[in-house]
């Protein structure tokens, strides 16, 4: 008798978890599908070419984002082509060379502080140091080396954790075989961490789209085209930052929207991408 009312008790519990599961479930589902498509519905018909192709013009109060997009891929570019080399060289010494635990997890612990710190922080220290101790002014070359520190606790945890899920074994046996620890690194450890380092990547990505309150106070909200080499030496707004001042200073309600669907809009590239090239190196490793 006691045997069954336990087990009515137990069922009870399985079922109760699973509708709190399945619940929590349905409202994250809904929520994002409600933001997408609240985004998507007031956004989308508001984009044009006319808005895509050209810059403003106060004379003819004409709108366009062609600036603000071009800044967007100029600091994407730029944050990731110096951030990525040090997050993940940082991650594969710790992992592979460093012999002090201590100090390995010192540094770790630091990665995490940095990790949690508030972004208008980093703009305010990025501001004093890069735009005016190191005579930087404001650019986009200040603001994408502000986004390289953000951004490299997150490039570093995620490759650490990734060249730990690599089997001891395929060192010991490239070892056994008389390949050198770089070799060792760069032959076995890395191809087989790709994902991890993808993922870094992915997550640096989009905070750099994301961004807005660091940038403000080192990038600027220029709205000039310019080229890859003289657009990171001037200031100039990104797609976030734009949307701040269209929604915040000037009222574009419209525009704003456009600029939210369109961030999706890449978001959602870059996932995709990112996907099809994790599908690429894992045949090619696999091979």
């Known amino acids: 008798m006691l045997n069954n009312k336990l087990s009515g008790e137990r ?52 709108i366009g984002i062609l600036p603000d997009i071009l800044n967007t891929l100029y600091l994407l570019l730029a944050t990731l082509a110096v951030g990525l080399p040090l997050g993940v060289g940082a991650a594969v010494y710790l992992t592979e060379y460093a012999g002090n635990r201590r100090l390995v997890s010192l540094i770790e ?52 954790e990734s060249l730990k899920t690599v089997p001891q074994s395929y060192r010991e046996g490239a070892f056994g ?22 993922t870094g990547c992915i997550l640096a990505a989009g905070r750099v789209l994301g961004e807005s309150a660091a940038l403000l106070y080192t990038a600027g909200f220029a709205h000039a085209v310019h080229g890859l080499k003289e657009g990171l030496l001037s200031p100039g707004a990104s797609l976030t930052v734009a949307l701040y001042v269209y929604a915040k200073e000037q009222g574009e309600f419209a525009v704003a929207f456009a600029i939210a669907a369109i961030l999706m809009l890449l978001t959602l590239l870059i996932n995709l991408l990112a996907a099809l090239v994790q599908k690429g190196c894992k045949r090619r490793t696999s091979q």
């Open 11 to 62: 069922k009870a519990y399985i079922l109760l978890m699973k509708a709190l599961m399945l619940f929590s479930v349905a409202v994250t589902a809904a929520l994002v599908l409600f933001l997408f498509g609240y985004v998507l519905i007031r956004g989308l018909p508001n984009i044009s070419w006319e808005l895509l192709s050209t810059k403003p013009s106060y004379l003819t109060e004409r």
């Open 109 to 160: 612990y630091a990665a995490e502080t940095l990790s949690g710190i508030p972004s208008i922080i980093y703009g305010l220290v990025g501001m004093l140091f890069f735009c005016q101790f190191l005579r930087m002014k404001t650019s986009l070359l200040a603001g994408a080396l502000t986004l390289v520190i953000m951004n490299l606790p997150t490039i570093m945890r995620t490759t650490q």
């Open 177 to 198: 075989l008389g390949a050198g620890k770089w070799r060792v690194v760069r032959t076995v450890v890395l191809p087989n961490c790709l994902d991890g380092i993808i």
